[in-house]
């Protein structure tokens, strides 16, 4: 998953370099939503350590 939002910046970058304004805004946009997908998803993952 990690590898998926890394691509996701990427292409986004690389439709900033290219031109791409409004493509590059819709790009970020995505991939922040899956980036705070996926930190909630581990922030409030229960830890299964025994103390």
């Known amino acids: 998953m990690m590898a998926l939002i890394f691509c996701l910046y990427l292409i986004t970058m690389v439709l900033a370099i290219k031109g791409k304004r409004n493509l590059a805004f819709y790009g970020f946009g995505v991939s922040l939503v899956v980036s705070l997908f ?7 993952d229960t830890l299964s350590i025994l103390l």
């Open 38 to 44: 996926w930190f909630s998803h581990h922030a409030t």
